[in-house]
């Protein structure tokens, strides 16, 4: 067990603050062999990277990433893969506003209550940041795991969803939403300004399709893999909600229209549904793994919310500052490699058991 | 790691298969002293039990359970407490349908394709006839944060949900399914027999609440209080969502709606909403720890669905036994145990931590 | 982490006290389809059975094991195996003295002192009847390990030492204390007997060697196959010290008398020596594993000891009961049995995460 | 489990290879509010540090240690402490020699076994210079223990072992290599100087006691402390042996001559001798923790010795470059550091289960 670990044998340690000196994660079980240079994780860096377009944050992070170990002549070792992301942008600003007072819907008040205190600097530990450090080793994750295509996108913005006839992968990288139906993102444009010039924000829904998942991947009872990847999504700042398929969707359905009825097929069965989400008993079926997850709205918003101070005084807070006004959006490459993470774990795991 | 264990210091490992002769529990890391009986036990999984009403499956299993280990003089020693309960309802059927093919929405396929081949006879590892064992070992943990106050109840059937202004603790046990709502139960009466009449099967969607939980518990960021409630709830047998207070539903709010304020308290803070559910940056606040949980319909119907056999061949199978025409019902026990072990789990990790 | 598990994917749980209704070990993580029944098990709980010679306790344990879980139709099914031996022969005698003052040397003050109270009947938990948990889930190891060939045998009782030069793996099996030297046999005969008569006890050196281990099992750095071997094998009951290879010896040695030269062998180099005991850097090298354990004498002796009571009053106390004359002389298939645990973790592991 | 964390509760990663840009350390579960800064650590890592004397290594490493995380206003914050130093001295020599052949002794041939290449640069991950993160990792612990006092020492050198008469804690810093005993410093002094000039190398023991250890830390059965103590020290590099209490040496004895009599004390019992070496049933007995560690003598030696190359041709290596003489003298920093990382796993672990 590890408070800040993840993963039985393909498993990783992020470490850092949004305002320290730098955040990182260590990738330890990381098989050797494999091509790895920081160019194979800049990409994943680059888009969750803040400060693209006007509908995120506007801290500017480059977010490079360095290797500090695990790679020799290019290739992984086998040891334990050290990234190091420095932070560059933190504003020296006034902070004793935060310090003071709590800001409901963050974990101001939670941290102080387990802790006694807090690094009230942009959030420090909570920050939103530390997801920087899951995307860089999720991106050493997806080369341990090449059979398998992740693809996640935005499917609903402040209640606004996209159309599922219209659904085109292609359009994701297309827009600042990582939203597949054009017509959706066009709408977004609008939504997403609007709560951002009235200091306002919005919740979001991911959704996440991993294929090329083999059939039997999962360890059954305790790391059954829906559940692994329901741990990995919950945990993402600001989510609370994850699905497997039909989700809260089947929970209103008869067992005949849930069924997933099964055909002789080429390479094992063909499903002729997935209300299943590729999972069968917590173990992969070889059918494309497919989740949601609901991220609420970013909490830091400039309307006055009543608080309390650290003293229990009754205090106003409004949080100004940089902030996404929908940090959903930014979430979709933190999904994509948590899936990615999930997966490769099991992937190890399950040959560790079958061979 | 354990494919079977669950937690972090205070941990159980379970075993057993639906027709076996047993399954149970060791449960480890108990604080000693503790007064436990198999009294302290058994009426947690008498509320679970089958066979109690039409409304679930008629196979009998006093599910009595023994203690084995870890308790002396009637407190708990501080070494492992070995629980086991003696399957008795092994109903000699011939298996060889379900041996042959595969039940769609089953386990099965998934099972064989990991493991090469499984026990059938009942659905063997994968039968919510392990749920008992997690029972007995969240009756064990609720007697470790005494503090606490966990109840659960069905909130919707099929689709038709409870009238939370007619919500009333008090009757969730005059019913046969844990409703809180006498109206919506008399209502599920009529839906659910429909449904075991047609050889039919139903979703639903569980919600419980934990009181009392002080703020601090949780271990961000990968053992977050919400991570580990998704991770706990994502691995129940049929289960396919998992929300923590506002859920999926947070994701159409703006910011302000989804605010949580505080005002000063007698003893912290007095939040104005609960939104949050009780978590925030994965650690408790204080406010009620609140989550749903959705439940598919239970795969097993008598409508006769496509499937293929083992060998790969076309066939049709239609899953006659004894089923539980809403499994969801009998997941209010198994969502209360998941949800104490969690929590007593935390607590430890948090006194390891903080003292 | 677990207080009562032992292994990373390979990993066994174990519970119950010497004079409860049973002991057991819950296995899991074992692969899949291996051919498996008691009789694979019994005899490995037999060769560590008490009672079977005047050398060992005289309680008298059938210690026949029951596999309650995860075996099917006579193979592994990949599921936790449940492995129950029931208590027999717990003598209902008077505990008075145990239970008020402390038996030097036992864990009678160190568990008081931890827990508050303890199961004082035959040592409760503390009690080497546990190891027997670990002989069985040590048999079922084996299973996974066909390529590895573990002979462990006692080199020393009470300082007096087996001739190397004598060594003859054959007579293991000939003599009641698992001693590879016929004359030492003879020796250790009067030895232990005149121990026994005398209500003392003696301390023994165990030796273990497995031949067949692959150059490359062992996770380094805080997993690597020699620490392992030292943790599981320090925690056998009485164990006091733990060399790999060369051990303590090698500390008075010379680089160049230390080094294991290498030449052009057929399969892999051919060693010139074996220092090393099979290990370097923590994985082996394909040399056979070498290790010794150091078991102090048993600390139940009829000579009055000067102790104290749970009051804290001064006290005398004698260890009357059943006792082995010398623990160490069944600590040989514990010792066996452990390093078959961790050879066997350690193959999956390493094939987690090298395929 | 990890391959490359250590503890359970209070938990470390360790990464970074001899050459790499830098090594690290994360040290995970940390209680928050203690005072830290590097200055509580750069004293422990510069008792570590090479090319202090003629008797160790002449490479020149700062060994500055640098705080990235974890800590706020000079106090820890329970977050992730991020531990970083960075590499200096990697002296640009050629290595082709070392990465055409293996050297015996070390972890060379294993670890191209095991990873089909290996970072040969200085031994890479398994070079000793990792042990600096250890040192650094365990400066943080000590923080967590205050009422914990450690110290290690060097008992002896290639055989020659001080008087235990003439044992003096106030010598130990006063030499080069940490000896309590001046008489023995002054021989070791041309000892080491002897090996070090023809080229060759020495063995060493290393002693270690640990006073103020309260009783009652120790998770049994398999986290008992003395099989974590095992774990920590038989994973330090080189090691080769691990004693707790009498050793090996209580394998010689009689129950009546290791028996450890208590009386009464005014602060839990007084015993009257301490072959235990502090641990009783894996738990605390309240007296000093003593263990002991041999180290073999140092692989790298100018003698040449026959070896093969990696392709598997006859050879012969003499390892040059900057190597101590005796790796067991900078041993005594690592030993404590390990012990203390242990003790402070227990305390915690002994808080989450007591309270």
């Known amino acids: 067990m590890s408070f800040n670990s993840f993963g039985h044998v393909f498993r990783f340690t992020t470490w850092g603050e949004s305002h320290g000196p730098a955040i990182g994660a260590v990738v330890d079980g990381c098989p050797p ?4 240079s920081e160019a194979d994780i800049q990409p994943f860096l680059d888009a969750r990277r803040p400060g693209q377009s006007r509908f995120t944050t506007q801290r500017q992070e480059p977010d490079q990433v360095r290797i500090l170990s695990g ?4 290739r992984t070792t086998g040891t334990p893969i050290s990234l190091m992301i420095e932070n560059v942008d933190q504003r020296s600003k006034d902070y004793s506003e935060v310090a003071a ?10 941290y102080d209550a387990k802790y006694g205190f ?5 959030g420090g530990r909570s920050s939103a940041r530390e997801t920087a450090s899951r995307v860089a080793a999720g991106a050493v994750a997806r080369l341990v795991i090449p059979e398998v295509t992740i693809t996640a996108w935005v499917e609903a913005i402040g209640g606004d969803a996209i159309d599922p006839a219209k659904f085109d992968a292609a359009e994701i990288g297309n827009n600042p939403f990582f939203c597949p139906d054009p017509h959706a993102a066009q709408r977004w444009e609008k939504l997403v300004d609007d709560a951002r010039k009235a200091g306002s924000s919005l919740g979001a829904v991911v959704a996440c399709r991993a294929t090329g998942v083999p059939a039997g991947w999962g360890a059954p009872l305790y790391a059954k893999l829906d559940a692994e990847l329901a741990h990995a999504c919950m945990g993402i700042n600001a989510v609370k909600g994850v699905e497997i398929g039909g989700g809260f969707g089947a929970a209103a359905l008869t067992g005949e229209q849930n069924a997933d009825a099964m055909r002789p097929g080429n390479d094992g069965p063909t499903f002729l549904a997935n209300h299943a989400g590729g999972i069968a008993g917590g173990i992969s079926t070889g059918q494309p793994v497919m ?3 609901a991220f609420k709205p970013t909490s830091s918003i400039l309307t006055p919310v009543e608080t309390i101070t650290r003293d229990g005084e009754a205090s106003d807070i409004r949080t100004k500052g940089r902030h996404d006004p929908c940090v959903g959006i930014r979430g979709v490459p933190v999904v994509e490699a948590m899936v990615a993470l999930v997966l490769t774990d099991q992937k190890l795991l399950h040959r560790a058991q079958i061979g």
């Open 291 to 293: 989740l949601r997850v």
């Open 101 to 110: 007072a709590y800001r409901p819907g963050h974990a101001d008040y939670a």
């Open 33 to 36: 062999g494999l091509s790895l």
């Open 118 to 122: 807090r690094d009230y600097r942009g």
């Open 71 to 74: 790679v020799f002549d290019g």
